[in-house]
């Protein structure tokens, strides 16, 4: 069998790890870096992926897209409130969330599979052969139409998907390897945009999920969002000016809210500061004050959690582990919050970047034959049901249900002759048809014509390994095999997707290395344009000399960047960020000090 | 329809040892489910597939004592066991009075609100039904070894099979009149369909 590689396709950052020799390892790029950022940016030279189009965030911020993960598997409805906040425009009233990127239009998970592309190309280079098959993973708490949307990233980025993975059982797998101890563990995964919290029992080598919740719309994400709105306010009441509208200087903020987030996890206070073109915003922040803002979106967790552990038939005490996993768990605030939800003081021994990713090469490895003593049983995290009369719910399958698993229903006709039978399968907690997520529609076709209640049709409802729905049907008295015709409520049908992996191969992206130019060359204009904001800006902070070596490590930037030479660019781009670095601190020091001062003259004001 | 008692190799019985039950599952699970499987042909995974989704239903409808009252009535009875309380709720004979009291209760929560002695009045209720839910359980649970024995001397088992079937009926009226009260009391999850373990 082929390699298959294990992918984390994180809201934030993605990343793709192997097992070699017993051990799973992230696989890093050509600079050593293990994180791929979850962003993908249209630029006049190409589509750029990763760190490149990380900095095409504030510059390009209409044809930049982050944090699609929000997105797959989703209706404009369901977004709609957000769209606010998206610096890229999304078409109205489409079924399937599409962005508008310039003249044309891309839906989420064509977004994502550049970013697993990119990952797919990384693997390759490290292996040096093509790599074709993989296991992905995914939020526990995404739906039908949210693991079906992954799956079809992977079918668009050449890619065999072999199995769908839940993240926070995917950690525990790569726990798992470390000989875990035996009991029961809570996984808590607070990521960029998604919360998961699953309860297991680890006994024989047999990882059974008892429970799982969450809520797949909320995550660091939200947590820099509050930020920014905090922000914006603070910047109105003290410069008198309103940037809420400004897509370019909101991603500033965020990238800066994002950078402040997270060195308040290990420092009590920290200075933002990001120069716009006409004032440089300095604001010192102290943890208590970031905490006071994340308070309600943390606890947001929390209900999720007691829910798992009663579904577990648990209480908090009879839990043995806690693990922490995904990057915002990093915050002493969500710590203790999950210490006072379970009684324990939780860990994250294993890197909570990292672990799920690893998570994942297990899983493929298991996939592969490679490890055989180690097996997950999974639920489904949501109750699969059918519409009955009245707008009704009738539960097929419950949530937290192991899966594999199937259930049976039987349908006849009501009218004379009738043909075809048609039901609409939904998923959620709720009584009411309505209230619940719409995954399907199903057309029986093709049914012998009888009297009314003759045909009995029986229907089976399978929901595989990866959390996804199969639907087969036949007449008993017959044994015809009846035909299903599905419309997924907010998925891409069969022909969309073929005919987005064709595309994918006519237009192919340029090769790896036409790519990575592109990267060097965007990289190298960020610099450019940044150093030339700040040498507008510096007036008599920089000193003639520094001024001429600037300048002249600028024009051979430019130079190099006309030309196609990767490496001339890359060192020109390091050298030109050399000779700006003190004049950048000095910068720096100067708003600080500005900002300080200021303060300080405002609370003589307000204390004559 | 398959006997999930013969998926694990048990006699129809309700006296199972869950130790060993849990045990027999991982060793079925090891070998058929689909991780194991996946470089066989279409025709073994789709195998593979199919017996796993089997292992798993049984051992849900298996594991827990109820659970197990429950789905031995459909086997006894012939007919295809749902999920989710396949007993029809009915409303027990000998508690007809209490709930007209909590009926009573429940209506005038709803029309003048939770002030007052309503709240109170509607939790202490709920407390009386929760104790009475658990009891049924037990009184359900503390019966199966007669059951049991009646299998093995060959005794006459439809009274207890009846009256396990009203046991039942009786605890999934208690169920839905314990969900009313969290309802009226505002401390329900926003319409969330209670389909919990027993």
């Known amino acids: 069998m082929s390699r298959i590689v294990g992918i984390d396709l994180g809201t934030t950052n993605s990343l793709v790890a192997y097992v070699e020799g017993g051990i799973p390892r992230v696989i890093p790029d050509a600079e050593g870096r293990t994180l791929l950022p979850s962003i993908v940016a249209w630029t006049p030279g190409g589509v750029v992926v990763g760190e490149a189009a990380r900095r095409q965030l504030a510059r390009n911020a209409a044809r930049t897209v982050y944090s699609v993960k929000r997105l797959m598997g989703r209706g404009y409805e369901d977004v709609k409130d957000e769209l606010a906040r998206l610096p890229f425009p999304v078409v109205p009233l489409a079924e399937v969330v599409t962005i508008r990127i310039g003249d044309r ?10 970013v697993l592309r990119a990952l797919k190309q990384r693997a390759e280079a490290h292996f040096g052969e093509p790599v074709e098959q993989a296991v992905i993973t995914v939020p526990a708490y995404f739906n039908d139409a949210q693991r079906q949307a992954t799956k079809d990233a992977g079918r668009i980025a050449g890619l065999e998907v072999l199995r769908i993975v839940n993240e926070p059982t995917a950690a525990s797998l790569a726990y798992g390897l470390q000989k875990l101890a035996e009991g029961v563990i809570a996984v808590y995964d607070l990521g960029g945009g998604t919360f998961d919290i699953s309860i297991l029992r680890v006994k024989d080598g047999v990882f059974e999920v008892l429970a799982t919740n969450g809520d797949t719309h909320l995550g660091g994400d939200d947590l820099d969002g509050a930020m920014v709105d905090w922000l914006l306010a603070d910047i109105r009441a003290r410069h008198g000016a309103d940037l809420s509208a400004d ?7 965020r990238l800066g809210a994002e950078a402040a987030k997270c060195r308040l996890s290990f420092e009590e206070r920290t200075v933002l500061t990001i120069p716009f073109e006409r004032f440089t915003y300095v604001r010192d922040i102290g943890r208590a004050e970031l905490e006071a803002l994340v308070e309600p979106l943390v606890g947001r967790t ?4 007691r829910r798992a552990l009663a579904d577990a038939g648990l209480r908090a005490d009879q839990v043995d582990e806690v693990v922490l996993v995904g990057g915002s768990t990093r915050m002493p605030l969500v710590r203790r919050r999950v210490e006072e939800v379970f009684g324990r003081t939780p860990h994250s021994r ?3 970047d990292e672990v799920v990713a690893l998570g994942a090469a297990v899983q493929a490895q ?9 097996l997950l049983l999974d639920v489904t995290p949501l109750s699969l049901g059918i519409e009955t009369l009245g707008g009704i719910v009738s539960v097929l399958i419950p949530r937290n249900t192991t899966i594999p698993t199937l259930a049976k229903e039987y349908f006849t006709t009501s009218v004379d002759g009738q043909t075809a039978v048609d039901m609409h399968v939904l998923q959620g907690e709720r009584e009411l048809a309505k209230d619940n997520r719409s995954l399907a529609r199903f057309d029986l076709a093709g049914i012998d014509p009888m009297p009314a209640g003759m045909p009995k049709i029986e229907v089976t409802f399978l929901i595989d390994a990866n959390g996804i729905l199969q639907v087969q049907a036949r007449e008993l008295r017959t044994g015809k095999a009846a035909s299903i015709e599905v419309k997924p409520t907010y998925g891409l049908t069969e022909s969309q997707v073929e005919q987005m992996v064709e595309d994918s191969f006519t237009h ?7 790519r990575l130019l592109i990267e060097t060359q965007t990289e190298a204009d960020t610099v450019i344009n940044h150093v030339e904001r700040a040498l507008r800006q510096a007036g008599s902070i920089a000193t003639t000399a ?3 070596a600037i300048g002249r490590a600028l024009a051979e930037l430019r130079a190099a960047r006309a030309g196609t030479n990767r490496d001339a660019i890359r060192e020109c781009t390091v050298a030109l960020n050399q000779a700006t670095a003190p004049l950048a601190d000095r910068m720096m020091e100067t708003a600080i000090k500005e900002a300080v001062t200021s303060k300080r003259a405002d609370r003589l004001l307000e204390n004559p | 329809m398959s006997d999930y008692f013969a998926v694990f190799g048990l006699p129809r019985k309700l006296g199972v040892d869950g130790a060993a039950l849990q045990r027999r599952f991982y060793e079925l699970s090891r070998e058929h489910h689909p991780d194991f499987h996946q470089g066989a042909d279409a025709e073994r995974q789709a195998e593979a597939l199919a017996r796993s989704a089997l292992i798993n239903r049984a051992y849900r409808a298996l594991r827990e004592p109820l659970a197990r009252v429950e789905y031995l009535i459909a086997l006894e009875e012939g007919r295809d066991v749902r999920e989710a309380g396949s007993e029809k709720p009915r409303a027990p004979k000998e508690l007809l009075q209490e709930m007209l009291e909590v009926q009573e209760a429940l209506e005038e929560a709803r029309a003048e609100g939770l002030g007052g002695d309503a709240a109170a009045r509607l939790r202490q209720e709920r407390a009386r039904l929760e104790a009475r839910h658990a009891a049924e359980a037990e009184a359900i649970v503390a019966r199966t070894t007669e059951w049991d024995r009646r299998v093995d001397d060959g005794g006459d088992r439809a009274p207890l099979l009846a009256w396990f079937k009203e046991r039942l009926a009786t605890r999934a009226y208690l169920r839905t009149v314990i969900d009313d009260l969290s309802e009226a009391l505002g401390e329900r999850e926003e319409g969330h369909v209670s389909h919990r373990r027993h």
Do not use: F
């Open chain 1, 105 to 114: 239009e891309v839906t989420p998970p064509e977004v994502s599979a550049h």
């Open chain 1, 247 to 253: 897509a370019e200087a909101r991603q500033e903020l």
């Open chain 1, 302 to 305: 929390l209900g999720p959690c």
């Open chain 1, 350 to 352: 294993l890197n909570p």
């Open chain 1, 366 to 374: 298991i996939l592969a034959g490679g490890i055989t003593d180690m």
């Open chain 1, 508 to 514: 192919a992206e340029a090769d790896v290395e036409a």
């Open chain 1, 546 to 548: 520094e001024r001429e």
